[in-house]
T-cell receptor, first 112, second 110 residues
Framework: DTAVSQTPKYLVTQMGNDKSIKCEQN?????MYWYKQDSKKFLKIMFS???????INETVPNRFSPKSPDKAHLNLHINSLELGDSAVYFC???????????FGPGTRLTVL | GQSLEQPSEVTAVEGAIVQINCTYQ??????LSWYQQHDGGAPTFLSY????GLEETGRFSSFLSRSDSYGYLLLQELQMKDSASYFC???????????FGKGTMLLVSP
């Protein structure tokens, strides 16, 4: 299937732990993103990568570090998890110049 | 920066027509997108307006007025499956990241 995929779908962990979320797209897109959706459903951009290079880093704590090993993958590593990090994290991709972004299924992170 | 305002909730009955409004304040404007998100699902793209006027795609239409900093999504012949959250969104400069409104939850009842 052509799509944006994320793993894991659910992640439950303790405060202070380090965790990673993986994202892959097989759509051939050059640009990938990470968004955070909080409990009130507010969607906010975190990072944008174009062809493996960081383009945008919104005001995100440096505990969050994205890594793009190739243009089809954009992983998100989070250090020293805090309660406020609990949210749904969406990966997305788009072709250059496109109006449409394609979202992955999301990873629901719960920090206890 | 950008900010987009939309109602938090709209209710309607099956078969009806509903309009979800979005007003925006932006430092630079490139267009207005609409996304649908079902509960527990991912946002999916519905439409994009770069120019003033109405864009129609099946039962859904989207309108933009740049002079009024206003747009809307029009859903016709509502079906139960249209119950979802609808987000307006605007691209941020040339980087194509999106600023989203807070979403409008549409509840369609029989």
């Amino acid at each position: 299937d052509t799509a944006v995929s994320q793993t894991p779908k659910y992640l439950v962990t303790q405060m202070g732990n380090d965790k990673s979320i993986k994202c892959e797209q097989n759509l051939g897109h050059d640009t990938m993103y990470w968004y955070k959706q909080d409990s009130k459903k507010f969607l906010k951009i975190m990072f944008s990568y174009n062809n493996k290079e960081l383009i945008i880093n919104e005001t995100v704590p440096n505990r969050f570090s994205p890594k793009s090993p190739d243009k089809a993958h954009l992983n998100l590593h989070i250090n020293s998890l805090e309660l406020g990090d609990s949210a749904v994290y969406f990966c997305a991709s788009s072709p250059v110049g496109s109006d449409e972004q394609f979202f992955g299924p999301g990873t629901r992170l719960t920090v206890l | 920066g950008q900010s987009l305002e939309q109602p938090s909730e709209v209710t309607a009955v099956e078969g009806a027509i509903v309009q979800i409004n979005c007003t925006y304040q932006t430092s630079g404007f490139y267009g207005l997108s609409w996304y649908q998100q079902h509960d527990g699902g991912a946002p999916t793209f519905l439409s994009y307006n770069a120019l003033d006027g109405l864009e129609e795609t099946g039962r859904f239409s989207s309108f933009l007025s740049r002079s009024d900093s206003y747009g809307y999504l029009l859903l016709q012949e509502l079906q139960m499956k249209d119950s979802a959250s609808y987000f307006c969104a605007a691209p941020n400069s040339g980087y194509s990241t999106l600023t989203f409104g807070k979403g409008t939850m549409l509840l369609v009842s029989p």
